[in-house]
């Protein structure tokens, strides 16, 4: 928007103060653009800063996010398929991708290098001067009309811009390795949130069987209790086994809304997107593992991407240390510079004057430093350094990998036992329930037999979901540690 400012004489009869108005207008549209646009640090320190640029960005942030939304399909979805959702909407892997074309353009930029330089110019003058000559002075104008290229070329520089490229094409093999180790990350995430809202929907089945039971016995002890055969102290213990059953309940709904929240944050969907899953018993899973601790780690070894980061930074390091190294030798470079001219002069007294021709400079240009006080020496050993400590991060991290794997192992191996405990434990404790509540109701066990059983049935029903799920997360992180999720032909560690 343009304001037009104007500021009037005084007409006659026009007082002072009426003559000073524009002026003050004026200074006051100034100050107030002043204050509308200046920017200051919090004025105390006991109170948190506010200002309305809170509310600009906060707008300019809402047209960065890409609001994605999960297709309608009419049928629950597998970890497959949101896994393939979640590659495409999560902005981390769209982060890790511009992170990787961002390092090609730096490669590209360092090839560059191999090329000469050229650039045009022109350039137009007029230059006037008083020559003296004896007593007098003699005005010159000389007008000046200038074409030039500059060619520029670096013949040899002992490996410098060889070592830079090298440098940069390691970095863009990292940063696409950490784009791989991105999607990796992801695919386990959402494993996780699935699998946990799997064990979630399923303690929630229990929680209700459970509660179910709980009423069931508070039932009998009530129809007991009106029979004359049971006492007071029986039916409240049974009414507090059943608040107990629902408060349980109600702690599992609870978790589960939130696994909803971690499942849709990471397929990229608002937190309060409703995902519907695959019941536990739709989803297959193995029996064992056939392949052995040492071949999951040789695998582990050959493709975990962060692994790979690490052998690519020690690519750079060498490149960067071969830079260092070619400062102690001469650069030479070939210069050319054709200009073609124009120019016209004037004299006092005199006619005008041309000429043009086509001027220039061609050079070698041999540079060495001779001493620069141990820079060169000291970049060359700092060089050296960071070869050393990119090799000891691969060290470091193989060892991080062989232990992640035994651990992921050694995990699922006690979850595929654990399965088959939960599993006998389940029948056993549904067996005494219901031997417990019959032989109850026939007057042979007490009330404390009965609620004593009920909770053990209930604790085998949830651990029983929990194991199942377990195995599922088992083979889900070991897959995660031994990079199998990411590979085109993924291996499945079961027979």
Do not use: C
């Amino acid at each position: 928007m343009t304001r037009s400012i104007f500021i009037a004489g005084r007409s006659k009869g026009e007082s002072p103060s009426t003559k000073r108005r524009p002026f003050l207008s004026l200074v006051a549209t100034i100050f107030s653009f002043t204050s509308l646009y200046a920017q200051s640090p919090p004025a105390s320190p006991n109170r948190p800063w506010h200002s309305p640029e809170e509310q600009n960005l906060a707008q300019e942030g809402k047209r960065y996010r890409q609001n994605a939304l999960l297709p309608p399909s009419g049928k629950a979805w597998s970890p497959a398929e949101l896994i393939d959702f979640a590659e495409s909407h999560n902005p981390a892997t769209r982060v890790s991708w511009q992170n990787a074309i961002a390092r090609g353009e730096e490669l590209g930029i360092a090839r560059s290098e191999l090329f000469p330089l050229l650039s045009a110019a022109v350039m137009s003058g007029v230059e006037r001067d008083e020559v003296p000559l004896g007593t007098r002075f003699y005005r010159f104008t000389i007008p000046t009309v200038q074409a030039s290229l500059d060619l520029s070329y670096t013949i040899f520089d002992f490996g410098a811009r060889r070592g830079r490229i090298d440098a940069e094409r390691a970095r863009l093999l990292a940063a696409n390795f950490a784009f791989n180790d991105v999607h990796r990350n992801l695919i386990f995430q959402v494993q996780q949130a699935y699998y946990r809202l799997l064990n979630a929907s399923g303690q929630e089945a229990a929680a209700r069987a459970s509660l179910e039971n709980s009423e069931q016995v508070q039932q009998a002890a009530e129809a007991r209790l009106q029979n004359g055969l049971a006492t007071l102290p029986d039916v409240l213990e049974a009414r507090s086994a059943t608040a107990q059953a629902q408060y349980d309940l109600q702690a599992v709904l609870g978790e589960e809304q939130i696994v909803r929240g971690d499942l849709a944050s990471a397929l990229g969907l608002p937190a309060a997107t409703l995902v519907p899953i695959q019941p536990l018993d739709e989803i297959p899973t193995p029996e064992s593992i056939s392949e052995t601790i040492q071949q999951v780690i040789e695998r582990a070894l050959g493709q975990r991407p962060d692994l790979q980061t690490e052998a690519a930074n020690v690519r750079a390091a060498n490149a960067e240390r071969r830079e260092a190294r070619s400062a102690f030798y001469p650069d030479l470079t070939f210069q050319a510079q054709p200009a073609a001219e124009s120019l016209y002069v004037q004299q006092q007294t005199l006619p005008w004057g041309h000429t043009a021709d086509l001027a220039g400079s061609l050079a070698l240009h041999l540079k060495w430093t001779v001493f620069d006080g141990g820079a060169r020496r000291s970049r060359l050993a700092q060089a050296e350094a960071d070869v050393r400590e990119s090799e000891a991060r691969v060290d470091a991290v193989s060892n991080r990998i062989e232990d992640d794997v035994w651990t992921a192992y050694a995990t699922l191996t006690t979850a595929f036992h654990q399965r088959e405990a939960a599993t006998a434990l389940l029948t056993a404790a549904t067996q005494s329930y219901n031997s417990s509540l019959e032989s109850y109701n026939y007057g042979v066990r007490n009330l404390l037999d009965v609620t004593a059983a009920q909770k053990v049935l209930a604790g085998a029903r949830s651990a029983d979901v929990l194991a199942r799920t377990q195995v599922l997360t088992a083979l889900a992180d070991l897959a995660y540690r031994a990079a199998d999720s990411i590979q085109t032909n993924t291996r499945t560690p079961h027979q």
